[in-house]
């Protein structure tokens, strides 16, 4: 008997002693700036989508605006592994001062790493019909506009965020077009929406069953979410009348359903997870802390779904597949940056991502951040 307490005793002791994993901590990796007067911004300002993560390691950003040696540029391509330190890969110039952007300007719509190593992004405005570009940039830093957007009557081709395909090819949502562009800048429509019955695209992810699905609006301040073949069939799937709002692209998760999530903090709102099919149903009110307008959602290694929203100054949760609460924390205007808009799972396991405002920079303007946030989930290639 009193061996047997006595291994209770021990297996009681070594429960107590186990050490659990800490709250997630999110630091920044590097502060964009302006001086006072912002007249000089160098590494531009105002990052708005996810860094990639490359097999070289380093992190890729993009800006919206300004640049190396011209407060007027249009944006940069930068580039950093941590530790504050970084450099511009590079800056979207104007052709004089008050010139044109014939490289494109504002790249904050469209950004990925193609088949062959090198990053393809979009811009919103500038290059040859001032409507947007479509280009190649290399680890070394080559530059290429490899397609200029508008090219045709009414511009049907508009830019819009890219995704890398199964095929190999890259594919937007172009407001009214859902187009297919070719690593060497061959552009193509897979679907022109009708905006009277189908509405515009905001949206656009590849699905498992091969099919494209993402989220739109229809007049009538209707969100909506639709599924497009790769032969052009579209179909709406589902509508939210307003004022809930789609607030995130849509992901598909290891058990197949797709995550999307909605502004708002009652019954019918939140993040939800939709069949292929179509078929719709909620699992998760988002709280005060972890913020109403969830603005992206990840599925991480460790199989469950962490998110960001901009919700008063940001935040980042995580919830399991079946909408259970796991943890949140909130960012700091001052020491992280605050409004985040999008991150990225890195290869130690750790997500990076990009804050618009705020940042920890004595002595100048921070405008926008690179955050990390330690969550101990382990390295992984």
């Given at each position: 008997?009193?061996?047997?307490?006595?291994?209770?005793?021990?297996?009681?002791?070594?429960?107590?002693?186990?050490?659990?994993?800490?709250?997630?901590?999110?630091?920044?990796?590097?502060?964009?700036?302006?001086?006072?007067?912002?007249?000089?911004?160098?590494?531009?300002?105002?990052?708005?989508?996810a860094?990639?993560?490359?097999?070289?390691?380093?992190?890729?950003?993009?800006?919206?605006?300004?640049?190396?040696?011209?407060?007027?540029?249009?944006?940069?391509?930068?580039?950093?592994?941590?530790?504050?330190?970084?450099?511009?890969?590079?800056?979207?110039?104007?052709?004089?001062?008050?010139?044109g952007?014939?490289?494109?300007?504002?790249?904050?719509v469209?950004?990925?790493?193609?088949?062959?190593?090198n990053?393809?992004?979009?811009?919103?405005?500038?290059?040859?019909?001032?409507f947007?570009?479509?280009?190649?940039?290399?680890?070394?830093?080559?530059?290429?506009?490899?397609?200029?957007?508008?090219?045709?009557?009414?511009?049907?081709?508009g830019?819009?965020?890219?995704?890398?395909?199964?095929?190999?090819?890259?594919?937007?949502?172009?407001?009214?077009?859902?187009?297919?562009?070719?690593q060497?800048?061959?552009?193509?429509?897979?679907?022109?929406?009708?905006?009277?019955?189908?509405?515009?695209?905001?949206?656009?992810?590849?699905?498992?069953?091969?099919?494209?699905?993402?989220?739109?609006?229809?007049?009538?301040?209707?969100?909506?979410?639709?599924?497009?073949?790769?032969?052009?069939?579209?179909?709406?799937?589902?509508?939210?009348?307003?004022?809930?709002?789609?607030?995130?692209?849509?992901?598909?998760?290891?058990?197949?359903?797709?995550?999307?999530?909605?502004?708002?903090?009652?019954?019918?709102?939140?993040?939800?997870?939709?069949?292929?099919?179509?078929?719709?149903?909620?699992?998760?009110?988002?709280?005060?802390?972890?913020?109403?307008?969830?603005?992206?959602?990840?599925?991480?290694?460790?199989?469950?779904?962490?998110?960001?929203?901009?919700?008063?100054?940001?935040?980042?949760?995580?919830?399991?597949?079946?909408?259970?609460?796991?943890?949140?924390?909130?960012?700091?205007?001052?020491?992280?940056?605050?409004?985040?808009?999008?991150m990225?799972?890195?290869?130690?396991?750790?997500?990076?991502?990009?804050?618009?405002?705020?940042?920890?920079?004595?002595?100048?303007?921070?405008?926008?951040?690179?955050?990390?946030?330690?969550?101990?989930?382990?390295?992984h290639?």
């Amino acid at each position: 008997m009193k061996t047997l307490l006595t291994f209770f005793a021990v297996l009681a002791l070594a429960i107590t002693c186990v050490a659990q994993p800490s709250s997630p901590v999110i630091s920044q990796v590097y502060t964009f700036f302006c001086n006072h007067n912002f007249t000089s911004c160098p590494t531009g300002f105002d990052p708005t989508l996810a860094p990639i993560q490359p097999s070289d390691g380093n992190l890729y950003v993009v800006t919206w605006w300004a640049g190396q040696g011209n407060p007027n540029a249009g944006g940069t391509v930068f580039r950093t592994r941590g530790g504050g330190q970084g450099i511009v890969m590079h800056t979207f110039q104007p052709a004089s001062l008050n010139g044109g952007f014939p490289n494109g300007e504002n790249p904050v719509v469209g950004f990925a790493e193609g088949t062959d190593g090198n990053l393809y992004g979009v811009t919103e405005q500038g290059g040859a019909n001032k409507f947007g570009v479509f280009y190649r940039l290399a680890p070394s830093g080559s530059f290429q506009v490899l397609y200029n957007f508008c090219s045709m009557t009414g511009c049907p081709d508009g830019p819009g965020p890219l995704i890398l395909a199964t095929d190999g090819n890259f594919y937007g949502a172009g407001g009214n077009t859902i187009f297919c562009m070719t690593q060497q800048g061959n552009w193509s429509s897979l679907h022109t929406l009708d905006p009277s019955t189908e509405g515009v695209a905001n949206s656009l992810m590849q699905a498992s069953d091969g099919n494209f699905y993402g989220t739109g609006a229809l007049s009538g301040d209707h969100a909506t979410i639709f599924r497009v073949t790769p032969s052009g069939q579209f179909t709406i799937l589902q509508q939210f009348s307003y004022p809930t709002a789609l607030t995130s692209a849509l992901i598909q998760a290891s058990d197949g359903y797709l995550y999307g999530a909605t502004n708002g903090s009652g019954p019918g709102t939140g993040i939800f997870r939709m069949s292929l099919s179509g078929d719709l149903q909620f699992i998760h009110q988002m709280t005060d802390q972890e913020g109403y307008e969830p603005v992206q959602l990840l599925q991480a290694s460790d199989g469950n779904l962490w998110g960001l929203s901009d919700f008063r100054n940001g935040s980042f949760f995580a919830i399991t597949l079946g909408g259970v609460s796991i943890t949140s924390g909130a960012f700091n205007c001052n020491t992280t940056g605050c409004q985040p808009q999008a991150m990225t799972e890195g290869q130690d396991g750790n997500f990076y991502g990009t804050a618009i405002s705020g940042g920890n920079m004595p002595g100048q303007n921070a405008e926008g951040t690179v955050f990390k946030i330690a969550a101990g989930l382990g390295r992984h290639i």
